[in-house]
T-cell receptor, first 114, second 111 residues
Framework: ETGVTQTPRHLVMGMTNKKSLKCEQH?????MYWYKQSAKKPLELMFV???????ENNSVPSRFSPECPNSSHLFLHLHTLQPEDSALYLC?????????????FGPGTRLTVT | GDSVVQTEGQVLPSEGDSLIVNCSYE??????LFWYVQYPGEGPQLHLK?????DKGRNKGFEAMYRKETTSFHLEKDSVQESDSAVYFC??????????FGGGTRLMVKP
């Protein structure tokens, strides 16, 4: 238990669906991250939020839309996804305001797009 | 940008064997170096670190030496156990920048 929880743990969705992934951290951290983990690119940074401000958007397609309403919660809104978006989506948090080597990861959401 | 290359694919030692997982990095600055470990069903977690040249990171019997002259940070263990089975990521870090993760090495220890 790292203090970072993610829901749901598994999600199957069609290409026309809209769904959201949720992440919550109980560590009092200031920064939160979304990563995509797949066989092709094992740990690919998608977004970084620092004090609820997005500070990094790593050329991610617009069908992925992040939201950070406060420093404890992070969402990833999904719409019109493609099968190649099937992957494990990991959330992480860190103490530092922006980028830190010590990141605490949640267990991930396993997403399958059919 | 920063880059890192580590032992590719899977490593399949038997319990009690010694282990070396290679990591070589390339950065424009003087990084700190980390190994993260990801156990089945979990997210990655910080495993060990070395903040400057000639530092040695240690954790759970694993060691890694920060070698600036060869830009390497190889992960070693004298005697692996089945419980060490996981995916290991080498990650250089420069302050103010993102962590750069290697491609991961899957360690599967045979009982």
């Amino acid at each position: 238990e790292t203090g970072v929880t993610q829901t749901p743990r598994h999600l199957v969705m069609g290409m026309t669906n809209k769904k959201s992934l949720k992440c919550e951290q109980h560590l009092g951290h200031n920064a939160m991250y979304w990563y995509k983990q797949s066989a092709k690119k094992p740990l690919e940074l998608m977004f970084v939020y620092s004090l609820e401000e997005r500070v990094e958007n790593n050329s991610v397609p617009s069908r992925f839309s992040p939201e950070c309403p406060n420093s404890s919660h992070l969402f990833l809104h999904l719409h019109t996804l493609q099968p190649e978006d099937s992957a494990l989506y990991l959330c992480a948090s860190s103490q530092e305001r922006r980028y830190s080597y010590e990141q605490y990861f949640g267990p991930g959401t396993r997403l399958t797009v059919t | 940008g920063d880059s890192v290359v580590q032992t590719e694919g899977q490593v399949l030692p038997s319990e009690g064997d010694s282990l070396i997982v290679n990591c070589s990095y390339e950065t424009t600055q003087y990084p700190s170096l980390f190994w993260y470990v990801q156990y089945p069903g979990e997210g990655p977690q910080l495993h060990l670190k070395a903040m400057k040249a000639n530092d040695k990171g240690r954790n759970k019997g694993f060691e890694a030496m920060y070698r600036k002259e060869t830009t390497s940070f190889h992960l070693e263990k004298d005697s692996v156990q089945e419980s060490d089975s996981a995916v290991y990521f080498c990650a250089p870090y420069n302050a103010g920048n993102m962590l750069t993760f290697g491609g991961g090495t899957r360690l599967m220890v045979k009982p």
